[in-house]
């Protein structure tokens, strides 16, 4: 937290993720850029690559339909 009281500049974080997370899979076929693109594997995938550029995510859900999704927590 900083003097201001703020944990992260939601900004900086949006600019991020939208660049060097959603970006890279963005009008990709999965299957090309992840060996096994299930819905747990996209949200691990998720949130390596998000910590690799210094963000760290407690959870990630990845929707595969409206009823189904994959929660990855860490």
Not at 41 to 60: N, P, Q, T, Y
């Amino acid at each position: 937290m900083n003097d201001n009281g703020i944990v992260v500049d939601f900004d900086q974080l949006e600019s991020v993720l939208q660049t060097a997370v959603f970006e890279p899979l963005d009008h990709t076929l999965l299957n090309d850029t992840l060996p096994n693109p299930t819905a747990e594997l996209i949200g691990i995938h998720l949130m390596d690559e998000a910590e690799r550029h210094g963000v760290v995510l407690k959870s990630v859900q990845v929707w595969e339909t409206p009823n189904a999704s994959a929660l990855v927590t860490r």
